[in-house]
């Protein structure tokens, strides 16, 4: 019986007084769990006792079956060694099919052959069974297969554990790699059509497919749609009612990290069929096939207004050509042109040098003392001559560079005589 906490008496809080007067109540323990805890404490079994009791009687519910066996379909040997010592406290680390000695058929073992398999590892691995093959208890294992035959004879919690069994995943080849595409892909499109809401699913189909079937094989699973969950690998939320909150937590905690891994996988599932398509021979093919044929519809499309194209291509071209020839040519005359006036213009200032360092050069005709006079009125001499004066004067001093002086003063004279420069801004000279 529950019963909830006395109210405070009267003249307590006004905020206590909202509350109801309190109703004793019976409340009784319910579901799987508690007639398990139930019938163990009646019976004064163990945890250990009442598996093996249980592992018993589902043996006799596979005598009762008298299932057809068919060894092939199973392990002669545990398929990992390394489960005999795993820890049954951590159960969901393991490996469920080889632990019933499925690791061959995995998800496509169906409900009769998981009964049978498990008939076949209780009878060979059950403690009783151990201690008299002089083994010693593995009580661990034993337990492992019982979570294991639990879970994938449950069909929710079997579809659970297949969602992530990634062994049972086949991984595409190597990229680079050479390899046969229907060999190499059949087998992973196999694997993930396991998880199709659809089915059937279609097939990927040979080398000699029709390109309507190759269409609708990529169509489908461009849309594919998927069952696969993660809930097998959510945190274990604690059984504890007292702490809801905490309860809560971890249930939106293990929702965020299933819709991750959920998104995760889409992902990767829209990559490995668009990487498919990318490496499938008939694609290509069809492109191919499709590309000549339009390029042969648009040649015969064209087959009239060809020889006019090819006779307008050709003037096309050759105006294009007489105009590059003009342009080049007009190019090349302008550079020439430039080239003379640079020319000129470097010979005028090389002409004006000679002129200007005459003085310098006849030291200063013997006057030494009117070096700054003489430079002066030489620069004016010079500034003031056309460029045929120019030429003459300094061929003249070139010539006969001791008559330097001689050659300036008739230059002055005429530049006088004719108004150009006054005698009296020249006076060495003049």
């Given at each position: 019986m529950f019963s909830l906490p006395i109210l405070p008496a009267e003249g307590a809080s006004s905020e206590t007084n909202k509350f109801t007067e309190a109703i004793r109540r019976p409340i009784e323990p319910v579901g799987t769990a508690?007639?398990?805890?139930?019938?163990?404490?009646?019976?004064?079994?163990?945890?250990?006792?009442?598996?093996?009791?249980?592992?018993?009687q589902n043996v006799k519910k596979v005598d009762e079956s008298n299932v057809d066996p068919d060894e092939a379909l199973f392990d002669d040997e545990l398929a990992d060694e390394t489960?005999?010592?795993?820890?049954?406290?951590?159960?969901?680390?393991?490996?469920?099919?080889?632990?019933?000695?499925?690791?061959?058929?995995?998800?496509?073992?169906?409900?009769?052959q998981i009964i049978k398999a498990h008939r076949r590892q209780v009878i060979k691995y059950h403690p009783d069974k151990q201690s008299q093959r002089g083994h010693g208890q593995q009580d661990g294992f034993f337990k492992i297969i019982q979570k294991a035959f639990e879970y994938l004879t449950d069909k929710n919690k079997r579809l659970q554990y297949d969602s992530c069994d990634f062994i049972a995943d086949v991984q595409p080849p190597k990229k680079g790699s050479q390899y046969d595409f229907f060999e190499?892909?059949?087998?992973?499109?196999?694997?993930?059509?396991?998880?199709?809401?659809?089915?059937?699913?279609?097939?990927?189909?040979?080398?000699?497919?029709?390109?309507?079937?190759v269409e609708q094989f990529y169509t489908f699973w461009h849309r594919f749609e998927s069952w696969r969950t993660f809930e097998f690998l959510d945190e274990d939320v604690p059984d504890d009612s007292s702490n809801r909150d905490h309860k809560r937590y971890i249930e939106r905690k293990n929702k965020s990290a299933r819709d991750k891994k959920k998104s995760a996988d889409n992902a990767r599932l829209v990559k490995l069929v668009e990487r498919a398509m990318s490496e499938d021979p008939r694609i290509k093919q069809f492109k191919e096939e499709e590309k000549k044929e339009k390029e042969r519809r648009k040649w015969e499309r064209e087959a009239g207004a060809r020889a006019e194209a090819e006779a307008k291509a050709k003037a096309e071209a050759e105006a294009k050509a007489k105009a590059e020839a003009e342009a080049a040519a007009a190019a090349a005359a302008k550079a020439d042109k430039k080239k003379a006036k640079e020319a000129?213009?470097?010979?005028?200032?090389?002409?004006?040098?000679?002129?200007?360092?005459?003085?310098?050069?006849?030291?200063?005709?013997?006057?030494?003392?009117?070096?700054?006079?003489?430079?002066?009125?030489?620069?004016?001499?010079?500034?003031?001559?056309?460029?045929?004066?120019?030429?003459?004067?300094?061929?003249?001093?070139?010539?006969?560079?001791?008559?330097?002086?001689?050659?300036?003063?008739a230059i002055t004279k005429e530049l006088v005589d004719s108004g150009v420069l006054p005698s009296s801004v020249v006076p060495y000279f003049a």
């Open positions: 508690f007639l398990h805890h139930a019938t163990r404490t009646l019976r004064n079994h163990t945890w250990s006792e009442f598996e093996k009791i249980q592992a018993e489960l005999l010592e795993h820890d049954p406290r951590d159960w969901k680390t393991a490996d469920l099919y080889a632990a019933m000695g499925l690791s061959k058929l995995r998800y496509r073992a169906t409900e009769e190499a892909w059949t087998p992973v499109f196999e694997s993930e059509a396991r998880f199709s809401k659809k089915q059937p699913v279609p097939q990927l189909g040979d080398a000699n497919s029709s390109k309507k079937e000129a213009k470097a010979a005028k200032k090389k002409n004006k040098r000679a002129i200007r360092n005459c003085a310098k050069e006849q030291e200063y005709f013997g006057d030494a003392d009117q070096s700054a006079a003489i430079d002066e009125q030489i620069g004016l001499i010079v500034d003031s001559l056309n460029d045929e004066q120019l030429v003459f004067v300094a061929e003249k001093i070139k010539a006969n560079g001791a008559e330097s002086k001689t050659v300036l003063q």
